[in-house]
């Protein structure tokens, strides 16, 4: 038998978007400059998570950062289907990306060079990586 709710169970809430804003990083002299919104804010949020390895840092939770590492020793073959479903598995985490497309791959005997789109809600990034072998 199926229990009958009789119009008990309604949504009364709603899903909130977190905003995009955020503390704007300093690459080139490790500090931090003002604030980053929008579009500048997902290049930023995509360089962050490819840059982290995912696991290794107890200050983040389990679903950020990339698992890049573990691909070294490997074969190139392997690597690039690899890298491709970890890139797009690491990023889509973050709401503000909807997909990650137009993958390139460059092999050389010790490293594999990605290129690739980044589509967020804001507009497209384009996005290189390299992956040491």
């Known amino acids: 038998m199926i229990p009958q709710t009789g119009g008990l169970l309604r949504q009364d809430f709603s899903f909130a978007q977190k905003p995009s804003r955020t503390f704007k990083l300093d690459?080139?002299?490790g500090c931090v400059v003002g604030m980053?919104?929008?579009l500048e804010a997902v290049r930023q949020a995509v360089y962050l998570i490819l840059n982290t390895?995912?696991?290794q840092w107890l200050i983040h939770?389990?679903?950020y950062g990339a698992e890049l590492q573990s691909l070294v020793g490997k074969p190139p073959d392997f690597c690039v289907a690899e890298i491709?479903?970890?890139?797009?598995?690491a990023l889509l985490q973050d709401d503000r990306i909807r997909?990650?497309?137009?993958f390139t791959f460059e092999v050389s005997?010790?490293?594999i060079t990605a290129q690739f789109?980044?589509?967020?809600?804001?507009?497209e990034v384009p996005v290189g990586a390299e992956v040491n072998l």
């Open 61 to 63: 939770s389990w679903d």
């Open 84 to 89: 491709e479903r970890r890139v797009r598995e």
């Open 109 to 111: 005997k010790k490293t």
């Open 27 to 29: 690459r080139e002299n």
């Open 53 to 55: 390895e995912r696991y």
């Open 99 to 102: 997909s990650v497309e137009n």
């Open 36 to 38: 980053a919104d929008g």
């Open 117 to 123: 789109t980044v589509v967020s809600i804001f507009g």
